[in-house]
């Protein structure tokens, strides 16, 4: 009887390493990877369409720049123009980046605090798990020790 009380502690320690009780908290840190990669390549997408709208629009500033004028005094006005335009694109393309930094740090934020809840209660239940078992392994070796 000692025997096999002995033999089933050790079995139970070995699941104690057993990955697969684990599997759950790295299927949550995988899926947090993916959505947060994913949240990645949209800001990026999104950084990337207001780049690109910024300078088309630059570029269209400079053609109306260039055109050839009737009068000299034409070619102050169309530099203050050019300049006006310049300046109210910028701040328009300041403005689009922090909406989208604003935008993506809402969603990591959250993203963080949802995995950083999924992840804790997996592991609080894969401890508690461990903690019935240590303690069932302590029961039978205290009971192997006084046969």
């Not at 057993?18 to 299927?27: L, M, T």
């Amino acid at each position: 009887m000692a025997k096999q009380n002995a033999k089933s502690a050790a079995n139970d320690i070995q699941n104690l390493f057993d990955p697969q009780g684990y599997q759950g908290v790295f299927k949550t840190w995988a899926s947090m990877n993916e959505r947060m990669v994913s949240i990645a390549i949209d800001a990026g997408s999104r950084a990337n369409d207001i780049a690109s709208e910024t300078t088309k629009e630059a570029l269209s500033n400079m053609r109306d720049l260039t055109e050839v004028r009737d009068e000299v005094f034409e070619y102050g006005n169309a530099y203050t123009d050019f300049v006006k335009k310049q300046a109210e694109l910028f701040t328009r393309a300041a403005q689009n980046y922090s909406n989208e930094t604003q935008k993506v740090g809402t969603k990591v934020a959250e993203l963080a605090s949802k995995a950083s809840e999924e992840i804790s209660d997996k592991v609080t239940t894969a401890a508690e798990g461990v903690a019935q078992t240590v303690h069932s392994v302590t029961q039978k070796a205290e009971l192997g020790c006084k046969l």
